[in-house]
């Protein structure tokens, strides 16, 4: 087997004196599309900071491409070719959208050009020069993505991108995901749309007290299916 993109083995993490995670153990490979599924409160988006080292303490290994991270600074993470887009997006109001594309620097090798990134996004390309805040939650969402594509990311920590948008904007995030999947993108997702994550994802976590409590494939999806309604309640 070759080494996973992320290998994660017994990661406990805080904020301050408040223990958020509680031992979580999983792989992501590459190309592969994995979602965390919980309750609100379960660590999910704890998990995805701890990865980046936005946590206030942690322990335990996190592997990139197999080199340990777990003592990295959250700039060095993300020059190992992650790229972590956050629930409330971070778009800056004053800048239009494409100085809000332009501005992070490439961090790793291979982050795509702007005229890439207005194929994919023709949305963006038509608002290029609408400040952020004009653009539609939807479109701020793709933005948010797309930033990150730019710098070089191979693996991205997508949390919630589908909250609270339109069930026509969902679906062209859907659509995003697919895209990004058929480039060789390795993508991680939190999400408690499970109509949106559940076509997606190859494999799905379901976490609990900052604990992966089981996890298994698309494949066995239906059979899981009566479990994750009591869990989720989806």
């Known amino acids: 087997m070759p080494t996973p993109f992320l290998e994660i083995r017994d990661l406990h993490a805080w904020y301050g004196e408040s223990h958020v995670l509680h031992g979580v153990n999983f792989d992501v490979r590459e190309g592969e599309v994995v979602t965390l599924l919980g309750r609100n409160g379960a660590g999910r988006t704890s998990t995805m900071r701890a990865i980046m080292g936005l946590t206030g303490s942690r322990k335990g290994s996190i592997k990139v491409h197999g080199k340990e991270t777990i003592a990295a600074s959250t700039h060095h993470i993300a020059r190992m070719g992650i790229g972590y887009c956050p629930e409330e997006r971070g778009i800056f109001s004053s800048l239009t959208t494409e100085e809000n594309l332009m501005l992070p620097p490439e961090l790793a090798q291979g982050g795509m050009g702007l005229q890439e990134i207005y194929t ?69 997702m939190v999400e408690q749309n499970f109509r949106f994550a559940a076509p997606l994802a190859d494999r799905f976590m379901v976490m609990e007290h900052g604990e992966i409590q089981q996890e298994f494939t698309q494949a066995q999806l239906p059979e899981r299916m009566h479990q994750l309604q009591e869990h989720l309640g989806v």
């Open 120 to 188: 994919m996004f023709p949305n963006l390309k038509e608002r290029a020069y609408s400040q952020g805040t004009r653009l539609s939650g939807g479109e701020q969402q793709m933005l948010a993505v797309a930033r990150i594509l730019r710098t070089g990311a191979r693996l991205l920590l997508l949390d919630e991108i589908s909250e609270g948008l339109a069930p026509v904007i969902v679906q062209k995030l859907a659509e995003m995901v697919r895209m990004l999947r058929a480039k060789g993108y390795t993508i991680l």
